[in-house]
Nanobody, 124 residues
């Protein structure tokens, strides 16, 4: 399984970005997809996750109102729509695949495959 994250960039506070994670390889093995982020000097933290087939997204409470995870299985792509961005959202965002289907948020330790990360910078 290979993951390619894209869509990051520089945006002003209050703006929006949509991240994409293109998935290739043995996609039939994937159970859950997740987005994570890591700010400078901080540990990687979960943002949202979604079962690869069927089901709805799960979110970290602090991001639930502003972020939306979705998938397009026909395009083998997972998205993270981020609205009302804040400077504290500045981080490298990673997508990850878990071979197990999970209910609820996916944690870093669940990630079996990882994308390379895409930088999101929110200016005040």
């Amino acid at each position: 399984v290979q993951l390619q994250a894209s869509g990051g960039g520089l945006v002003q506070a209050g703006g929006s970005l949509r991240l994409s994670c293109a998935v290739s390889g043995d996609t039939f093995r994937i159970g859950t997809m997740g987005w994570f982020r890591q700010a400078p000097g901080k540990e990687r933290e979960p943002v949202a996750s979604i079962p690869w087939r069927g089901g709805i997204g799960s979110y970290v409470d602090s991001m639930k109102a502003r972020f939306t995870i979705s998938r397009d299985n026909a395009k083998n792509t997972v998205y993270l729509q981020m609205n009302s961005l804040k400077p504290e959202d500045t981080a490298v965002y990673y997508c990850a695949a878990d071979l197990r289907r999970r209910v609820g948020i996916m944690y870093s330790s669940n990630g079996d495959y990882w994308g390379q990360g895409t930088q999101v910078t929110v200016s005040s």
